[in-house]
T-cell receptor, first 114, second 114 residues
Framework: SAVISQKPSRDICQRGTSLTIQCQVD?????MFWYRQQPGQSLTLIAT?????????ESGFVIDKFPISRPNLTFSTLTVSNMSPEDSSIYLC???????????FGPGTRLTVL | AQSVTQLDSQVPVFEEAPVELRCNYS??????LFWYVQYPNQGLQLLLK??????LVKGINGFEAEFNKSQTSFHLRKPSVHISDTAEYFC????????????FGGGTRLMVKP
């Protein structure tokens, strides 16, 4: 399994500001995924981030709101832009296991927007 | 399109009692099936998975699940729960060779009471 870390683990932000979340993996992976878990709800895929190409966003998510960077095979960032209280969620990154069809998740970033 | 339904949003159970968390999926093609657990204030941890072969799969912490193709179900069971099993449990599916993208069910909160 992969070891995944995220920074920050939690943050409280003001409306209208932006927060960049970092995801670091201990091995090289082609694909990384970003999910959102709104309070009391399940996980929803935001986008798939492949190194060397633009991220692919799911329906309902746009690059202007959630820009993603993927500068190398072990790192990615997700920015939550122009935040509103509705963006209060846990944001998780995940990666596929080596040679498997399993995804492994980071510990998540708990974001509260006031 | 695939979808996942977890029929129970909450399951209260007494310690040392058996438990079954239900998961049904819909898909026109074969899928991979997963159960993840999320302990309070933590990320997601893989409990078990079904890719192929034996329909009864065993996971960590004494959990097991049975794949039933005719009923399109993948229910999670444990013969005797502990207080420490209190957590949110998510069923998920993915398509083989589709980049590991997961579709999650709504989650079931297992509450183990003394």
């Amino acid at each position: 399994s992969a070891v995944i870390s995220q920074k920050p683990s939690r943050d409280i932000c003001q409306r209208g500001t932006s927060l960049t979340i970092q995801c670091q993996v201990d091995s090289q992976v082609t694909m990384m995924f970003w999910y959102r878990q709104q309070p009391g709800q399940s996980l929803t895929l935001i986008a798939t981030a492949n190194q060397g190409s633009e991220a692919t966003y799911e329906s309902g998510f746009v690059i202007d709101k959630f820009p993603i960077s993927r500068p190398n095979l072990t790192f990615s960032t997700l920015t939550v832009s122009n935040m509103s209280p509705e963006d209060s969620s846990i944001y998780l990154c995940s990666v596929p296991g080596q040679g498997t069809d399993t995804q492994y998740f980071g510990p998540g970033t708990r974001l509260t927007v006031l | 399109a695939q979808s996942v339904t977890q029929l129970d949003s909450q399951v209260p159970v007494f310690e040392e009692a058996p438990v079954e968390l239900r998961c049904n999926y819909s898909s026109s093609v074969s899928v991979y099936l997963f159960w993840y657990v999320q302990y309070p204030n933590q990320g997601l941890q893989l409990l078990l998975k079904y890719l192929s072969g034996s329909t009864l799969v065993k996971g960590i912490n004494g959990f097991e699940a049975e794949f039933n193709k005719s009923q399109t179900s993948f229910h999670l069971r444990k013969p005797s729960v502990h207080i420490s099993d209190t957590a949110e449990y998510f069923c998920a599916v993915s398509y083989p060779n589709a980049g590991n993208m997961l579709t999650f069910g709504g989650g079931t909160r297992l509450m183990v009471k003394p």
